[in-house]
Nanobody, 123 residues
Framework: QVHLEESGGGLVQAGGSLRLSCTAS????????MGWFRQAPGKEREFVAG????????YYADSLKGRFTISRDNAESTVDLQMSSLKTGDTAVYYC????????????????WGQGTRVTVSS
């Protein structure tokens, strides 16, 4: 069992940057594959980024490559999402998720989810 809590959301102008953080409580954080999803108003939740247990391998939605960077710190039980060159289309609630396989994390997400943090990008 792991509890996830996101932070770092807020209002930012288009072109700006924002860093989201997800803190996990519970045991064996390093045994989970981690990921970020987002859900824009009126849209389905979609995969954003994923990262392997060690952090060596990262995965991104094709449309976000080059602008978003996922990282993790197993000692601190955190996974971050650095977002740059933000667009109004990035406005969404961003969710952290933890799971056991990359395949799930990069498709439907893991077994555990945070409550989400809202990101609003203004024009």
């Amino acid at each position: 069992q792991v509890h996830l809590e996101e932070s770092g959301g807020g209002l930012v102008q288009a072109g700006g940057s924002l860093r989201l953080s997800c803190t996990a409580s519970g045991r064996f954080f390093s045994s989970y594959v981690m990921g970020w999803f987002r859900q824009a108003p009126g849209k389905e939740r979609e995969f954003v980024a994923g990262i392997s247990w060690t952090g060596r391998n990262t995965y991104y939605a094709d449309s976000l490559k080059g602008r978003f960077t996922i990282s993790r710190d197993n000692a601190e039980s955190t996974v971050d999402l650095q977002m740059s060159s933000l667009k109004t289309g990035d406005t969404a609630v961003y969710y952290c998720t933890a799971g056991s396989t990359i395949a799930r994390i990069t498709s439907s997400g893991g077994d555990y989810w945070g409550q989400g943090t809202r990101v609003t990008v203004s024009s």
